[in-house]
């Protein structure tokens, strides 16, 4: 479970970046002074609302993993103690 969790959190990293090369990109472009410039502005600030909300996204996921990981810890914790108190 937790290969899968760094492997997402890793591919997630490698888009994020990739999108704010694209958005600093897009911004570089977009100041030729154009009439058309405020367009992809709102643009950039709409991908990076939405980066934000998936950083976030995978952060609770992260964390419900985490915690779900945890009990699953836990739980087979006290079934090994029950097979010991059982067994002696």
Same mark, same amino acid.
């Given at each position: 479970?937790? =290969?899968?969790?760094? $492997?997402?959190? %890793? =591919?997630?990293e490698h888009e994020t970046r990739d999108h704010r090369i694209e958005l600093a990109a897009s911004a570089g472009s977009s100041t030729g002074g154009s009439a058309s410039s405020p367009a992809?502005?709102?643009?950039?600030?709409?991908?990076?609302?939405?980066?934000?909300?998936?950083?976030? %996204?995978?952060?609770?996921r992260e964390t419900a993993i985490v915690e779900a990981e945890r009990r699953v810890e836990t739980a087979a914790a006290?079934?090994? $103690?029950?097979? =010991?108190?059982?067994?002696?």
């Open positions: 479970m937790r =290969e899968r969790l760094l $492997a997402a959190r %890793t =591919e997630f992809p502005s709102r643009s950039s600030r709409a991908r990076e609302e939405t980066l934000g909300r998936l950083e976030a %996204t995978l952060g609770g006290e079934q090994r $103690a029950r097979l =010991e108190q059982i067994s002696a």
